[in-house]
């Protein structure tokens, strides 16, 4: 092996290591921005027929359990 192209690639990998912590930060930024702005686009493009369950739901016809006596067969 050429002297050259061992101080090279001792040169590349010395540059790989003390960089290398930069990278991941970087790449673990961008996966986060990334799955942020693809949440908010899933939110953004909901179906208009799908509504949360407490506008959904209708009250109870019949008395609150809190109105009904237990001599008239509530329970606790």
């Known amino acids: 092996m050429n ?3 061992a101080g090279f690639v001792l040169a590349l990998a010395a540059a790989a290591r003390s960089f290398a912590p930069d990278v991941w930060f970087l790449v673990r930024r961008l996966l986060g921005a990334g ?15 799908v509504q949360s369950p407490s506008r959904s739901a209708q009250p ?11 001599d008239e067969g509530g329970r606790r």
């Open 3 to 5: 002297y050259d192209v």
């Open 35 to 49: 799955v942020r702005i693809g949440a908010d686009a899933l939110i953004e493009h909901r179906s208009p027929s």
């Open 60 to 70: 109870p016809s019949g008395p609150s359990p809190a109105k009904v006596s237990l």
